[in-house]
Each structure stands twice: as C-alpha cells, then as structure tokens.
C-alpha cells in the first residue's frame, strides 16, 4: 500500500485521516482541495486541474485525499488501495457544522488564502448543504464505481472505530524476508482487515475463487 485515495462525504474527516495514513506509510500528503482553489473560491479550469492532478499522482509513493470525478480516472488509475470513509449521515453532517463553525469563527486560512464564513454556509454554496445533497449520492455510486477498478483495493470504513482500526494496522515498511513469502504486515493471517472493515479489489476475488 504505496498509493492511496482516501474518499468519502465533506465532513467525513479525510483531510485529517490522509495526513496520518500518509505520516504512517512515509509517502507525500496530497490534498486535491488545494490543486483545485485558487484565491476568493475560484476553481481553476478542469485541464489545469488535471494537470497539477497527473504531475502530483506521477510519483511512486503517495496519500491523496479527495472525491473529485474530474480527476478520479487519473488517481484511480495509479492508486493501489482507496479507502471509502462512510460514516453514519448524522456523524457526518454534526462533523461538518461544527468544523464549518469553527472555520467561521476562528477565521482559519484555507487553501489559497481563502476562509469559510457564515454567510458562505447559509448560501447556495454552502459546504453543509453539498454535503448533505452529496451524501447519498456517494453510498449509490461508489460500490458500483468499484467494481468498475477490478485491480485496485477498496476498503470501505463504517464508523470512526474501523479507521482507528485500520490505521493501527499500518506498520512501517519491512524489509525482505531472506526466504519465503513476504508476510503482510498488521494483519495476522485469517483476520479480517479493521476489525469488521470490508475490502474489496482483485487480492480479495482471488483468495474468493
């Protein structure tokens, strides 16, 4: 697990979660946020994006966060695992009204100098209301965008317990045994990955047939 995309709803925490995914593996922090923003919540051209996309996922080693579809052939096709953070709607949205909140009140500098405010969250262009359209829209499409990557890892996370799970199982490259099969470090064999996670990708269909 060498490149990763973490997913999931705004408000599902994947900024915070990448962070320390990609500080545990040791890989570079990628958040598309910041390739999209540019100064007073202006979005650069969709080919500009792309571009700073394809240069960023073009390293051998990374964690980027983020559910862009304008870019996700591009992550997608170079990600080894992406992990789905869907946690319950009212843990979601409590998270993105108080993140929005503390945002607001606290004047926090975003990507490009921007900041959030409360009278951009009661607008059309409200972070909470496109978390809330957004949510349900995610749950109906990933499993069905999964199945269309049969040779990427999926690994779909229910609940805050089942992250921490799965981070703790992330250990530190280990070097090659002399001899024999490489083992998969953090994960005893015939256990289930995060305690109750479930994964889905080519390794899995394998051991299924």
Do not use: C
Request: proline share 7%; net charge positive; hydrophobic share 40%.
């Amino acid at each position: 697990m060498r490149r990763v995309n973490v997913v999931g709803t705004s408000g599902s925490g994947k900024t915070t979660y990448s962070a320390e995914v990609a500080r545990r593996l040791g890989v570079p922090h990628v958040e598309l946020d910041a390739l999209s923003w540019e100064a007073n919540w202006v979005s650069v051209a969709p080919a500009v994006l792309r571009e700073r996309v394809a240069r960023a996922v073009a390293a051998d080693e990374w964690v980027v966060d983020g559910n862009y579809s304008a870019t996700r052939d591009l992550v997608w096709g170079r990600a080894d695992t992406v992990v789905w953070l869907d946690f319950p709607f009212a843990l979601v949205m409590w998270r993105i009204i108080i993140r929005t909140l503390r945002r607001s009140l606290r004047g926090d500098v975003l990507w490009s100098g921007n900041r959030e405010s409360l009278r951009l969250a009661l607008s059309r262009d409200s972070i909470i209301l496109w978390a809330l359209t957004t949510y349900r829209r995610r749950r109906r499409d990933y499993p069905r965008l999964f199945h269309q990557h049969p040779g990427v890892r999926f690994v779909r996370l229910r609940s805050p317990t089942q992250a921490r799970r799965f981070l703790e199982a992330i250990a530190s490259p280990a070097p090659a045994p002399v001899s024999g099969p490489r083992s998969r470090p953090g994960r005893p064999p015939g256990d289930s990955p995060a305690g109750g996670a479930t994964t889905s990708g080519a390794p899995d269909r394998q051991r299924q047939r």
